[in-house]
Nanobody, 127 residues
Framework: QVQLLESGGGSVQVGGSLRLTCSTS????????WGWFRQAPGKEREGVAI????????YYADSVKGRFIISVDIAKKEMYLQMTSVKLEDTAMYYC????????????????????WGQGTQVTVSS
């Protein structure tokens, strides 16, 4: 049975940091891509960061490049999103997604093709 569970969300002030964790069970890591997505109220879901397999390659949305880092720990079966220098516009529900084929989607920030999604963790940035 596949499970994805996000944690680490909460309230943070502008300029602060948070680390989100996606704890998984039953999913494949090697040869697959993983990702973090977010959705703010009234907005469409946005791809934040994508990572391939054990972390060989990653890709970021321009809006978070240089501030967020995606990583995986296969031994722990966890994926992370380290958020630094957060901005008000980072406020959103954050979701992790797992198990997408590389050959068809590569490092696309689209949510298409991911087989599994978590329930989300809320991040609220305040001034």
């Amino acid at each position: 049975q596949v499970q994805l569970l996000e944690s680490g969300g909460g309230s943070v002030q502008v300029g602060g940091s948070l680390r989100l964790t996606c704890s998984t069970s039953g999913v494949k890591y090697y040869g697959k891509t993983w990702g973090w997505f977010r959705q703010a109220p009234g907005k469409e879901r946005e791809g934040v960061a994508i990572i391939y397999s054990a972390g060989e390659i990653s890709y970021y949305a321009d809006s978070v490049k240089g501030r967020f880092i995606i990583s995986v720990d296969i031994a722990k079966k966890e994926m992370y999103l380290q958020m630094t220098s957060v901005k008000l516009e980072d406020t959103a529900m954050y979701y992790c997604a797992a198990d997408r084929g590389w050959s068809e989607y590569g490092l696309s920030l689209s949510g298409d093709g991911f087989r599994y999604w978590g329930q989300g963790t809320q991040v609220t940035v305040s001034s």
